[in-house]
């Protein structure tokens, strides 16, 4: 076949977000120069993240939007360091790309490696696995409030912070959501709200789920509140399989999953447009863990991981589940870092993965 040679953006940001977007690239070259011509990475690096900030005042260059349009995907690291406050990080970066190109869906595996310290005591823990899917354009991060209003001062101050729920951004999460679910074994989708508390977003959420899955009927439903579902994730976790809830709520959840997987440096994920307008965007579930950075310590995995849901979106599927292949033969060997309660450092992890390549070829 032909060649395909892929303009990747990669913004690697803050913290351990350089050095496990190192390793990640390091991967990616690697599976590009043995595909022997089959595809290959043009690559574009942005100095974009905090340190930038410090000298320029801005997260990211004013047009970087434009900057990155027209790459095939976006490979991203973790924002966020001390010195800069966190919502100008994430808002001047992760969100501007995520709501600037309209990457509406997030999709969070939550896997469950094998060789690696279960935080969960379930008879079937090894064959866990369940997909989040976060509303990932408005919900609680719609950014909709203000501060300071007239007359207020210190001790009287007061902030008011809005969801947005749309229809038809609710329709266009759960139709994914639902879709999703029809790719896997066990056809569920669980929907997770706070509609008893939160009477007006949260119900037109669910009144959308009610309506959406009549077009489904080969796939089960279930509805949680989000309280309640932090506790299913503990105690009936064989019950999960594609979790659908707002922005907040999906952030929450994907943090307790991997944990319960392993660690928050396992996890995976993708920001999708899935109409694909714009670039979608891939990054590691964690931030950029400021107590480990530049000690080489950081697990990976996540960003590993997420650089294998890349391939997949850019039609690489074979590539992309060898590549999975490979992360969970690296686990199952043992050879972990230490937020898994092992001794291997970033760097040994992804040489063991890119040698794990051939192995699971
Ligand atoms: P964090 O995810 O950076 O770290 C939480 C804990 O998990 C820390 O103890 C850290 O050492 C550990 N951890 C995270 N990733 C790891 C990895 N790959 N290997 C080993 N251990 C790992 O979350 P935290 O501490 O709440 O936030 C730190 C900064 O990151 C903040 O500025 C925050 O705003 C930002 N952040 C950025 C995100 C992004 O860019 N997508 C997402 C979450 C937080
Ligand atoms: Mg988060």
Redesign the pocket.
């Given at each position: 076949g032909e060649a395909k040679t892929f303009r990747l953006a990669v913004i690697p940001?803050d913290?351990?977000?350089k050095e496990?977007v190192r390793e990640g690239m390091r991967v990616l070259e690697h599976m590009a120069e043995e595909s022997e011509g089959k595809f290959s990475f043009e690559s574009d690096y942005f100095p974009w993240g905090c340190e930038y900030y410090l000298e320029n005042g801005k997260m990211m260059d004013e047009d970087g939007l434009e900057q990155i349009r027209n790459h095939d995907a976006i490979y991203f690291g973790?924002?966020?360091?001390p010195g800069v406050p966190?919502h100008i990080?994430?808002w001047g970066l992760?969100l501007a790309i995520c709501q600037g190109f309209d990457q509406w869906a997030n999709i969070r595996p939550v896997e469950f490696l094998p060789g690696v310290p279960r935080r969960l005591n379930h008879p079937d823990v090894d064959n866990l696995n369940w997909v989040l899917v976060r509303e990932n354009s408005e919900g609680e991060y719609s950014g909709i409030g203000g501060r300071n209003f007239a007359g207020r001062g210190t001790g009287n101050e007061v902030a008011v912070q809005s969801a947005l729920f749309t229809e038809k951004g609710c329709e266009r999460i759960i139709r994914f959501a639902f879709d999703l679910a029809r790719t896997r074994d066990r056809k569920k989708v669980t929907s997770v709200t706070k509609s008893n508390a939160q009477q007006y977003g949260m119900v037109l959420w669910d009144e959308v789920f009610a309506r959406v899955s009549k077009d489904y009927p080969d796939v089960e439903t279930d509805q949680r509140l989000v309280d309640a579902m932090a506790a299913e994730f503990v105690l009936h976790p064989e019950e999960l399989e594609v979790v659908v809830a707002s922005n907040l709520f999906a952030d929450i959840l994907s943090d307790l999953g991997s944990a319960l997987a392993g660690?928050?440096?396992v996890a995976a994920s993708a920001n999708l447009n899935p109409e694909r307008r714009t670039p979608s965007m891939f990054?590691?579930?964690?931030?950029?863990?400021?107590?480990?950075a530049g000690k080489g310590?950081?697990?990976?995995i996540?960003t590993i991981g997420s650089a294998a849901l890349m391939l997949d979106h850019l039609g690489l599927a074979e590539e992309a589940a060898r590549l999975n292949n490979a992360i969970a033969e690296t686990t199952r060997q043992g050879i972990l870092?230490?937020?898994l309660g092992g001794t291997y450092d970033t760097v040994e992890v992804t040489d063991a993965i890119i040698q794990n390549l051939a192995k699971v070829k």
């Amino acid at each position: 076949g032909e060649a395909k040679t892929f303009r990747l953006a990669v913004i690697p940001g803050d913290g351990i977000g350089k050095e496990v977007v190192r390793e990640g690239m390091r991967v990616l070259e690697h599976m590009a120069e043995e595909s022997e011509g089959k595809f290959s990475f043009e690559s574009d690096y942005f100095p974009w993240g905090c340190e930038y900030y410090l000298e320029n005042g801005k997260m990211m260059d004013e047009d970087g939007l434009e900057q990155i349009r027209n790459h095939d995907a976006i490979y991203f690291g973790a924002v966020g360091f001390p010195g800069v406050p966190d919502h100008i990080s994430l808002w001047g970066l992760r969100l501007a790309i995520c709501q600037g190109f309209d990457q509406w869906a997030n999709i969070r595996p939550v896997e469950f490696l094998p060789g690696v310290p279960r935080r969960l005591n379930h008879p079937d823990v090894d064959n866990l696995n369940w997909v989040l899917v976060r509303e990932n354009s408005e919900g609680e991060y719609s950014g909709i409030g203000g501060r300071n209003f007239a007359g207020r001062g210190t001790g009287n101050e007061v902030a008011v912070q809005s969801a947005l729920f749309t229809e038809k951004g609710c329709e266009r999460i759960i139709r994914f959501a639902f879709d999703l679910a029809r790719t896997r074994d066990r056809k569920k989708v669980t929907s997770v709200t706070k509609s008893n508390a939160q009477q007006y977003g949260m119900v037109l959420w669910d009144e959308v789920f009610a309506r959406v899955s009549k077009d489904y009927p080969d796939v089960e439903t279930d509805q949680r509140l989000v309280d309640a579902m932090a506790a299913e994730f503990v105690l009936h976790p064989e019950e999960l399989e594609v979790v659908v809830a707002s922005n907040l709520f999906a952030d929450i959840l994907s943090d307790l999953g991997s944990a319960l997987a392993g660690s928050l440096g396992v996890a995976a994920s993708a920001n999708l447009n899935p109409e694909r307008r714009t670039p979608s965007m891939f990054e590691s579930v964690h931030g950029s863990a400021p107590d480990i950075a530049g000690k080489g310590v950081a697990n990976p995995i996540g960003t590993i991981g997420s650089a294998a849901l890349m391939l997949d979106h850019l039609g690489l599927a074979e590539e992309a589940a060898r590549l999975n292949n490979a992360i969970a033969e690296t686990t199952r060997q043992g050879i972990l870092t230490r937020d898994l309660g092992g001794t291997y450092d970033t760097v040994e992890v992804t040489d063991a993965i890119i040698q794990n390549l051939a192995k699971v070829k």
